[in-house]
Each structure stands twice: as structure tokens, then as C-alpha cells.
């Protein structure tokens, strides 16, 4: 098969359902193998590069991305987005076009999805997503890397997410808890929920993974027996000048203590960071018995590197 620019076609990772529930066990497997085994995978020898490019602001994925590329033998090149300027300066196709020539992958952070499907579409080579407005898949491979090491295994689970509906968090807990076989819930403010395509994708990969997805505006009823209580700041980054008219309507979707009591005694908590302690997440339970979010933060590494693998390897070179 061919692809944009005559380009043999190349497995991306732009949201999380672009792998397949086995796929996704199987980036999950090869991150923990890679997580007992640090320095003892080298795809990306060569070196070989991987561009990383931020549009927006970063701590863990420019970190993590690029640890865990030089931990695969590459190069990671941290490109100034600032200079770069994609889309204003220089057309998206053809800055994908020239990166492509050069770095073995591309990973991205940026805002509407619609740019990184331009970028995928030119690059002819591997395009990750570090976070759109839509979606922010690699972290949720990570979280739920962190979920299988706590509780061994996913399918059945239940993952509940408190705060906004809408936001990048919740569309890929949906997405790739569903693959997972999780039973997804949203609690979320009614004017807060998520993308109506996105949940019935959601919907659809769970009757097949035997997994559910419920949204819900009653923060009780999302909480009661989950296994997984996961929350993420009200105001997206981009989402600024909303942050006034964020406050109020998320003050009963707190992930406090609350809420950590209705869900089971061994609950696990997960945020994505960074955190606001008091406002989505009570100080107690982010530095409390249930949270593993020090973990989430450092699978971030493990779950890119075997992501990065596994599409290196989809598209023909070895690991
Ligand atoms: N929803 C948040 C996630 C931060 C990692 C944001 O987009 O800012």
C-alpha cells in the first residue's frame, strides 16, 4: 500500500484506538519488558533520530520522550516549535516532508487533532501524538501500564474518571481503557461530556472487548466500587481564559475523599499531572495511601519506549 506522497503506509499512534486491543497488550508487554530490562533495547541505534516537537507546554513528555529515546540508542532532537512555528511559517505537509527525511519518528504536541492527522499524512515515517486537544493517548498507555503492575491485569476493571468530559484525558481513557476491556466511566458536569463520534468509537471497541462506557453527571454513582479513580486538571492548556467560568462547575467532581470512600478499599488514583491540589484533586489523596502517581509519572518512559519499539517495528526495522 501507498500512502500521501507515494509513501509505503506507516502505522501512527495519533489517538488510542489507531492499535488494536492485542496490539495494545502488546506495547504493553514490551514496555514492561523494557522497564526490567533499562538499557537492553536498542532500536533506535545509529543513532537514528526521533524529532520531538511542542506546541504547547511540557515538563513529563519532553522528559520522558527523551529519556526513553536515548535509552533505545537514538537521538532525541527537541525541535523549537517557537521557530518552527508549523502552519504559519511553513505549511504542516511540508515540514512533515522534510522531517520525515531525517528523524526515524515524530512526535508531536500540539492542538487540533486535524494537525497531526496533516502531519501523519506527509511524514512517511512513525507520528506519535504527545497530547492534542482531542487526545492524549501515550499517557493513558501509561496509566494503564501502571493499572496492569498494581492489579496484574485490566479487563473488568473499573476506571473511573472525575472532572472534564470533554478534555483530552477522558476521550482516551474511553478509547483505550475500552480496548483494554476496562468499564469506563465519565463523571463529568452535563455541559462537560465527551465528543459524541469519540464515545460511540468508545462504545463500540467495548462490546467487543467485553468492556462498558458510561458517562454520567451523578459524581456518586461514577465513584461507587471503581477499582481506578483518575481525575486531570479543569483548565486545559489552551483553556486559559475559560479558567473563571471553569471553577464552579466542577467543584462536586473533586476527587477527594469523598469520593476515594465510595470506590473499592485498594482503589488506585491516577493523574495525569500536573496536579492543582484542593481544586480537581484533594491534597490528601494525591499524597495518600491510594495514590500511584509517581509510578504513572515514570511509566511515561516505559510505555513510550515500548511504543516507539513496536511501531519501529510495524514498519520494518527490527528491535
Ligand atoms: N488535559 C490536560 C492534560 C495535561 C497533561 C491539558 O491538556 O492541559
Wanted: charged share 20%; hydrophobic share 45%.
Amino acid at each position: 500500500m501507498t500512502g500521501a506522497d507515494g509513501a509505503a503506509t506507516v502505522r501512527h499512534f495519533l489517538r488510542d484506538d489507531d492499535i488494536d486491543p492485542a496490539e495494545q497488550t502488546s506495547v504493553l508487554d514490551l514496555a514492561a519488558a523494557m522497564k526490567a530490562d533499562r538499557h537492553g533495547h536498542r532500536p533506535l541505534a545509529g543513532p537514528q533520530t526521533v524529532a520531538v516537537l511542542f506546541d504547547k507546554p511540557t515538563l513529563r513528555t519532553q522528559l520522558s520522550f527523551s529519556v526513553g529515546i536515548a535509552e533505545l540508542g537514538g537521538h532525541p532532537m527537541v525541535l523549537d516549535s517557537r521557530l518552527a512555528n508549523i502552519g504559519v511559517r511553513e505549511s504542516i505537509a511540508d515540514t512533515a516532508r522534510v522531517l520525515g527525511r531525517q528523524a526515524a519518528a515524530v512526535v508531536w504536541r500540539t492542538y487540533g487533532q486535524e494537525r497531526i492527522d496533516e502531519m501523519a499524512a506527509h511524514a512517511g515515517v512513525p507520528v506519535v501524538n504527545a497530547l492534542t486537544d482531542s487526545f492524549h493517548p501515550c499517557q493513558v498507555l501509561a496509566d494503564l501500564l501502571t493499572v496492569r503492575e498494581h492489579r496484574g491485569h485490566l479487563a473488568g476493571r473499573t476506571l473511573t474518571y472525575l472532572g472534564d468530559g470533554a478534555n483530552n484525558m477522558a476521550q482516551s481513557y474511553l478509547l483505550g481503557g475500552a480496548s483494554a476491556g476496562m468499564h469506563v466511566r465519565i463523571g463529568s458536569p452535563a455541559a462537560y461530556t465527551p465528543d459524541v463520534q469519540v464515545l460511540a468509537d468508545a462504545r463500540r471497541i467495548a462490546a467487543a472487548t467485553g468492556g462498558s462506557v458510561v458517562v454520567t453527571d451523578d459524581p456518586a454513582a461514577a465513584c461507587e466500587q471503581a477499582d481506578v479513580l483518575a481525575t486531570d486538571t479543569w483548565v486545559s492548556m489552551g483553556q486559559e481564559s475559560e479558567a473563571a467560568d471553569r471553577a464552579a462547575p466542577f467543584v462536586a467532581f473533586a476527587l477527594d475523599e469523598t469520593a476515594v470512600a465510595r470506590a473499592t478499599d485498594d482503589v488506585l488514583v491516577l493523574h495525569c499531572l500536573p496536579a492543582y491540589r484542593g481544586s480537581e484533586v484533594a491534597t490528601a489523596v494525591i499524597d495518600g495511601p491510594h495514590s500511584v502517581v509517581w509510578d504513572e509519572a515514570e511509566n511515561r518512559l516505559h510505555a513510550q519506549k515500548g511504543l516507539l519499539a513496536w511501531l519501529l517495528e510495524q514498519n520494518g526495522d527490527p528491535t
